[in-house]
């Protein structure tokens, strides 16, 4: 049997991850601060407890993160967690025998992506990148970082990080007017299911190493993200544009088709049925905060 340690085994991304693997047949290793970890570990101080010796893993799968501000101590935070964190996963891939480091980036982490608002996030994520590839590297192992556009679910947990998106659902769940900034460019939303799939695709891969973009085919600006959930929830509701409020800035999304082709693996769940199980399961109570104006 296949084994796989996941580092942030109780997060979104981390526990879809843990669930997908152990529907394949793969013995799962889960790895956090939780007391109910099987290895506690902070990505800030180490480990916590003693890790068994008998545990080995095939793949390591690193799906936590910092996701501090941009002030001197978010900065200090987020390379501790992010950056200096990564030293943590490598000595516990080492004590594991891992020979492959499987790591859910960010598209935050190209400058490109969105000029003139390089955040601390993207930048330590993308020096956590850079060392893990250069140890594994240098230990004859495999590293692949896959780096995420904007990745929501149904329970309501990707609020924290997805506001606007949680705003729009909890507004079109209850047939509520809400007022949108002006949109200069496109989101990008990937449901975690999808992007759970894909970091098992690059897991069972073989060869695959390096940084690849998964994103999803479909972008769309947060107006038409607000009119395809209105449709579904079938509320009511008006929805307009506020020119009065700061607008979402333009974003330059990749085109990710390095990743398909590599991992004949692609996002393929629309936005249409994602708010739609959001709906049918009856979670947009999780969604919001109602303060939008």
Same mark, same amino acid.
């Given at each position: 049997m296949k084994t796989a340690a996941i580092i942030g085994a109780s997060s979104m991304l981390g526990a879809r991850l843990a669930s997908t693997l152990s529907a394949d047949g793969v013995r799962v290793i889960t790895v956090g601060r939780s007391e109910t970890a099987d290895i506690c570990l902070d990505l800030e101080t180490g480990f916590l407890r003693t890790v068994p010796e008998s545990f080995s893993a095939d793949t390591l799968y690193h799906c936590a993160a910092g996701f501090f501000d941009d002030s001197r101590e978010g900065l200090k935070k987020n390379f501790q967690v992010n950056t200096a964190g990564s030293l943590w996963a490598l000595e516990l891939a080492e004590r594991l025998s891992c020979k492959t480091i499987v790591y859910a980036g960010s598209v935050s982490s190209m400058e490109r992506l969105d000029p003139g608002k390089f955040g601390s996030y993207g930048f330590t994520k993308a020096q956590a990148e850079a060392l893990l590839a250069w140890d594994m590297k240098r230990l004859g192992g495999r590293f692949c970082s896959l780096r995420f556009s904007q990745i929501y679910d149904v329970e309501g947990a990707c609020i924290r990080h997805q506001p606007w998106f949680g705003r729009i659902i909890a507004y079109a769940a209850r047939g509520l007017d809400i007022n949108l900034?002006?949109?200069?460019?496109?989101?990008?939303?990937?449901?975690?299911?999808?992007?759970?799939?894909?970091?098992?695709?690059?897991?069972?891969? =073989?060869?695959?190493?390096?940084? *690849?973009?998964?994103?999803?085919?479909?972008?769309? #600006? /947060?107006?038409? @993200?607000?009119? $395809?959930?209105?449709?579904?929830?079938?509320?009511?509701?008006?929805?307009?544009?506020?020119?009065?409020?700061? =607008?979402?800035?333009?974003?330059? *999304?990749?085109?990710?088709?390095?990743?398909?082709? #590599? /991992?004949?693996? @692609?996002?393929? $769940?629309?936005?249409?049925?994602?708010i739609s199980e959001i709906r049918d399961r009856g979670t947009w109570t999780e969604f919001g905060p109602l303060d939008v104006t």
């Open positions: 900034p002006p949109s200069m460019g496109v989101r990008n939303f990937i449901h975690v299911n999808d992007a759970a799939q894909v970091l098992v695709a690059a897991g069972y891969h =073989p060869t695959a190493d390096g940084v *690849f973009d998964v994103i999803h085919p479909q972008s769309l #600006t /947060f107006h038409e @993200i607000a009119e $395809i959930a209105y449709s579904v929830f079938g509320k009511g509701g008006q929805i307009s544009t506020d020119s009065r409020k700061q =607008p979402f800035r333009e974003i330059h *999304f990749p085109d990710g088709l390095h990743t398909v082709e #590599t /991992f004949n693996s @692609i996002p393929y $769940i629309s936005l249409a049925a994602g």
